[in-house]
């Protein structure tokens, strides 16, 4: 086991060199990546100097090599967008991406688990139709969509629901948001303050549910399938001939095996929402990872362009190897080696 | 008289409503099975064996299956008919609610009063154990979740006695009176409400804890009974682990290990190896006298039938169309079906070079022939044979035939 989760690390290497060099080349491609250093108070001297210190004139394959050395040293360049360097823009806006996936995916994971499980239980009841219709309708409504008429419905209209950011104003202003791990629930938590915690679950509400929208869809239908061929089995048989309740024949026997092949929608899902949800983040003004690509995307701030693919590149190969070890943990059959 | 038969199966009816039709799966089929006898189910596949089968255990699905008709009447062990009396809206209809003596119409019981039966009084074993054994459990778990299940009074009793003991070997138990009350209290009723929601609170319910250990216990000992080497260590194999023969092995402990009344064996050796088969079969005939459990063999394997079965009944198109004893069946054969049968064993001392079969194929049950089932195939058929169905009658004491050839009808 140890040994397979290393030889899969190891194989992280080639994976970000790959990922590099694309988007490297990208960003070469596209327009002069010292645009970012410079603005029009500099005087032709001083944009000389940038094109000396940031080598913008030897050959593109040295300007690569410079490049990779500061990745391997931990100097992953300067984030204009950030006004920081991209580590420490990373490192920042990390935590709020973490908190709302966190927060989606769980939601995915228990609404979508048991909406599955209960229709296929149902199957080709009221219930189950209504619950195929809502899943195909989460599947195919665009993210923006929802998340521009939730707003509408439940900040414009209701006044329910705050319209967007992790925490209302005031504490931003009063400057008393905690930082301890960055997850602003825990955080609240940690030092005690309620008030807090309510506001900035408030906050999480719209947003969650616009990011999960979509993975419940999916979830919902990948168990109800998986569960549906588990019930025709053979050992569901010998499972209601011990005399077992259909609750725990579902619940113990059918889901445990139903859980294989849904485990992998999971992870990929996590990985994708991890790796930063743009449009969610943008319409909730929310200060995550999104966000912040797609604004160093808009201004040409190429540092953190390629210091956010390099991340959401490791994020995506960790968490397809913790599926993998899940699949080991879920499914006896399957060995690692 | 009738008190000896463990189950009697009478007038059964079972149709499944599928797209093509309504397939009459079982039509009217009336078998019995005497306390302690092993009784073959022989015929083709699809004639209904594992239907007639699954009926007893209650386990056809509706739908597309549906019970039009008839009565499975099973003599229930006391303690099981006790707790089904005691069950609140057990019984389907109004009628029968109170069961006359020691019998059960197992088609009258509801769902939960069913589950009492299943796995208690009647198990079932299946012909592919590589598929009927769960593969994300190991077989410990798999054995002792049935014994939790259905003998958790047993298992409180030792529990309360090993309580006792270490008590007064003056050794310190944490929480001796909790413990002690819960298991009092499972032992008085099992299926105490309070226990149940307690067995899902964290911390609380590590009550089970010593429970789950004596059942564990118990399911060593299965194992060591169904003569597994080294069971210790099959205890906490997975099911893909094992052999198919030890699948086998562990299937037939889950399906004993609660010493049911009647076991029902669906082909247990079709999947299996030849030598493995006869062990296996060798197993179920020692356990079989060692628990005095009545066993339902269904296969369609004439050998199996000679060597283990003590009666056989033959079915053809989803009727019964003759029962006897073994001797009886294979010496003289009266249904014309059953010759056939009989004739298409392939005998190695003749030297026959075409095997025999019976001409024509098994019929279409969603539109089966009119009167006898068999008559599109019958060397003897007569025009009386496709107007009316033969019914199962006495040719002599313990010989059953459903034919026109037989028993005096008027046929000309």
Same mark, same amino acid.
């Given at each position: 086991?140890?040994?397979?989760?290393?030889?899969?690390?190891l194989l992280?290497?080639?994976?970000l060199?790959?990922?590099?060099?694309?988007?490297?080349?990208?960003?070469?491609?596209?327009?002069?990546?010292?645009a970012?250093?410079?603005?029009?108070?500099?005087t032709?001297?001083?944009?000389?100097?940038v094109?000396e210190?940031?080598?913008?004139?030897?050959?593109?394959?040295?300007?690569y090599?410079?490049?990779?050395?500061?990745?391997?040293?931990?100097?992953?360049?300067?984030? %204009?967008?950030?006004?920081?360097?991209?580590?420490?823009? /990373?490192?920042?806006?990390?935590?709020?991406?973490?908190?709302?996936?966190?927060?989606?995916?769980?939601?995915?994971?228990?609404?979508?688990?048991?909406?599955g499980?209960?229709?296929?239980?149902?199957?080709?009841k009221?219930?189950?139709?209504?619950?195929?219709?809502?899943?195909?309708?989460g599947?195919?409504?665009?993210?923006?969509?929802?998340?521009?008429?939730?707003?509408?419905?439940?900040?414009?209209?209701?006044?329910?629901?705050?319209?967007?950011?992790?925490?209302?104003?005031?504490?931003?202003?009063?400057?008393?948001l905690?930082?301890?791990?960055?997850l602003?629930?825990?955080?609240?938590?940690?030092?005690?303050?309620?008030?807090?915690? %309510?506001?900035?679950?408030?906050?999480?509400?719209?947003?969650?549910?616009?990011?999960?929208?979509?993975?419940?869809?999916?979830?919902?239908? /990948?168990?109800?399938?998986s569960?549906?061929?588990?019930?025709?089995?053979?050992?569901?048989?010998?499972?209601?001939?011990?005399?077992?309740n259909?609750?725990?024949?579902?619940?113990?026997?059918?889901?445990?095996?139903?859980?294989?092949?849904?485990?992998?929608v999971?992870?990929?899902?996590?990985?994708?929402?991890?790796?930063?949800?743009?449009?969610?983040?943008?319409?909730?003004?929310?200060?995550?990872?999104?966000?912040?690509?797609?604004?160093?995307? %808009?201004?040409?701030?190429?540092?953190?362009?390629?210091?956010?693919?390099?991340?959401?590149?490791?994020?995506?190969?960790?968490?397809?190897?913790?599926?993998?070890?899940?699949?080991?943990?879920?499914?006896?059959?399957?060995?690692?080696? | 008289?009738?008190?000896?038969?463990?189950?009697?199966?009478?007038?059964l009816? $079972?149709?499944?409503?599928t797209k093509?039709?309504?397939?009459?799966?079982?039509?009217?089929v009336?078998?019995?099975?005497?306390?302690?006898?092993?009784?073959?189910? &022989?015929?083709?596949?699809?004639?209904?064996?594992?239907?007639?089968?699954?009926?007893?255990?209650?386990?056809?699905?509706?739908?597309?299956?549906?019970?039009e008709?008839?009565?499975?009447?099973?003599t +229930?062990?006391?303690? $099981?008919?006790?707790?089904?009396?005691?069950?609140?809206?057990?019984?389907?209809?109004?009628?029968?609610?109170?069961?006359?003596?020691?019998?059960?119409?197992?088609?009258?019981?509801?769902?939960?009063?069913?589950?009492?039966?299943?796995?208690?009084?009647?198990?079932?074993?299946? !012909?592919?154990?590589?598929?009927?054994?769960?593969?994300?459990?190991?077989?410990g778990? !798999?054995?002792?979740?049935?014994i939790?299940?259905?003998?958790?009074?047993?298992?409180?009793?030792?529990?309360?006695?090993?309580?006792?003991?270490?008590?007064?070997?003056?050794?310190?138990?944490?929480?001796?009176?909790?413990?002690?009350?819960?298991? +009092?209290?499972?032992?008085?009723?099992?299926?105490?409400?309070?226990?149940a929601?307690?067995?899902?609170?964290?911390l609380?319910?590590?009550?089970?804890?010593?429970?789950?250990?004596?059942?564990n216990?118990?399911?060593?000992?299965?194992?060591?009974l169904?003569?597994?080497?080294?069971?210790q260590?099959?205890?906490?194999?997975?099911p893909?682990?094992?052999?198919?023969?030890?699948?086998?092995?562990?299937?037939?402990?889950?399906?004993?290990? *609660?010493?049911? !009344?009647?076991?029902?064996?669906?082909?247990?050796?079709?999947?299996?190896?030849?030598?493995?088969?006869?062990?296996?079969?060798?197993?179920?005939?020692?356990? !079989?006298?060692?628990?005095?459990?009545?066993?339902?063999?269904?296969?369609?394997?004439?050998?199996? &039938?000679?060597?283990?079965?003590?009666?056989?009944?033959?079915?053809?198109?989803?009727?019964?169309?003759e029962?006897?004893?073994?001797?009886?069946?294979?010496?003289e054969?009266l249904?014309?079906? +059953?010759?056939?049968?009989?004739?298409?064993?392939?005998? &190695?001392?003749?030297?026959?070079?075409?095997?025999? +079969?019976?001409?024509?194929?098994?019929?279409?049950?969603?539109?089966?022939?009119?009167?006898?089932?068999?008559?599109?195939?019958?060397?003897?058929?007569?025009?009386?044979?496709?107007?009316?169905?033969?019914?199962l009658?006495?040719?002599?004491?313990?010989?059953?035939?459903? *034919?026109?050839l037989?028993?005096?009808?008027?046929?000309?």
């Open positions: 086991m140890a040994n397979y989760i290393i030889k899969r690390l992280l290497i080639p994976v060199l790959g990922v590099s060099i694309i988007v490297f080349s990208l960003t070469r491609i596209t327009g002069n990546p010292a970012g250093y410079i603005n029009e108070k500099m032709p001297s001083q944009i000389e100097m094109y210190k940031y080598h913008f004139n030897d050959p593109v394959l040295d300007q090599g410079y490049w990779l050395k500061g990745i391997v040293q931990l100097d992953w360049g300067w984030s %204009k967008t950030a006004a920081m360097p991209v580590t420490d823009a /990373i490192a920042y806006y990390f935590p709020a991406t973490l908190e709302l996936t966190l927060i989606s995916i769980s939601l995915a994971i228990f609404v979508g688990i048991y909406l499980i209960a229709s296929s239980v149902r199957r080709n009221p219930f189950d139709h209504a619950t195929r219709v809502i899943s195909l309708v599947v195919s409504l665009p993210v923006f969509w929802l998340a521009l008429i939730l707003q509408f419905v439940f900040y414009y209209y209701f006044g329910l629901l705050p319209s967007g950011g992790r925490a209302s104003n005031t504490y931003y202003l009063a400057q008393t905690p930082d301890i791990t960055g602003l629930l825990v955080d609240s938590l940690l030092i005690g303050n309620l008030g807090l915690f %309510k506001d900035v679950l408030w906050h999480l509400i719209m947003p969650a549910v616009t990011l999960s929208f979509g993975t419940i869809a999916i979830v919902t239908r /990948i168990m109800r399938n569960m549906l061929e588990v019930l025709s089995l053979d050992y569901i048989k010998t499972a209601r001939a011990k005399g077992l259909e609750r725990s024949i579902i619940w113990k026997h059918a889901r445990k095996n139903a859980m294989i092949p849904t485990t992998t999971i992870g990929l899902s996590f990985g994708g929402l991890l790796g930063g949800a743009v449009l969610t983040e943008s319409i909730f003004s929310w200060p995550g990872l999104g966000r912040w690509s797609a604004t160093s995307i %808009k201004l040409f701030d190429y540092n953190s362009v390629l210091g956010f693919c390099l991340m959401v590149a490791v994020i995506y190969v960790v968490i397809n190897l913790a599926v993998d070890v899940m699949y080991a943990y879920l499914d006896p059959r399957v060995r690692l080696e | 008289m009738n008190d000896e038969f463990i189950i009697e199966i009478e007038d009816y $079972i149709n499944f409503y093509g039709g309504v397939v009459k799966a079982i039509d009217g009336n078998l019995s099975i005497i306390k302690g006898e092993t009784f073959g189910l &022989v015929g083709e596949s699809g004639c209904g064996k594992s239907v007639t089968a699954n009926s007893i255990m209650g386990l056809i699905p509706t739908p597309p299956g549906k019970i008709k008839g009565v499975i009447r099973f +229930t062990p006391k303690e $099981i008919m006790d707790r089904v009396r005691s069950g609140k809206r057990t019984f389907k209809g109004s009628e029968a609610k109170d069961p006359k003596g020691d019998k059960i119409d197992i088609m009258k019981l509801n769902k939960k009063a069913i589950r009492l039966i299943r796995g208690r009084a009647i198990s079932m074993i299946f !012909q592919e154990p590589m598929s009927a054994l769960n593969p994300v459990f190991t077989a778990d !798999q054995i002792s979740e049935i939790l299940l259905h003998e958790k009074k047993e298992l409180a009793e030792a529990v309360l006695k090993k309580l006792e003991e270490r008590r007064n070997g003056k050794g310190v138990t944490l929480g001796y009176n909790f413990l002690k009350r819960t298991y +009092t209290k499972m032992a008085a009723d099992p299926d105490n409400g309070t226990l929601l307690m067995a899902k609170i964290p609380l319910k590590s009550y089970r804890r010593p429970m789950v250990r004596e059942a216990e118990k399911a060593l000992r299965m194992l060591r169904v003569r597994i080497p080294d069971p260590n099959v205890m906490k194999s997975f893909h682990e094992l052999s198919g023969g030890m699948q086998q092995r562990v299937m037939i402990a889950i399906a004993l290990s *609660c010493r049911p !009344q009647l076991l029902i064996a669906d082909e247990p050796t079709t999947a299996l190896d030849v030598t493995i088969q006869a062990q296996i079969l060798k197993l179920i005939q020692e356990l !079989q006298e060692e628990m005095g459990t009545s066993v339902l063999m269904i296969t369609h394997n004439l050998g199996i &039938v000679a060597e283990v079965c003590d009666r056989v009944g033959v079915m053809y198109a989803g009727c019964l169309v029962s006897a004893n073994t001797k009886t069946i294979f010496k054969p249904h014309p079906y +059953t010759q056939g049968l009989m004739n298409s064993i392939p005998k &190695v001392d003749l030297d026959i070079t075409r095997l025999e +079969t019976i001409e024509g194929n098994v019929p279409n049950l969603i539109k089966p022939p009119s009167g006898c089932r068999f008559h599109t195939r019958c060397p003897y058929a007569m025009e009386h044979c496709k107007k009316e169905k033969p019914q009658i006495e040719i002599e004491p313990g010989h059953s035939v459903a *034919c026109h037989y028993g005096g009808v008027d046929n000309g």
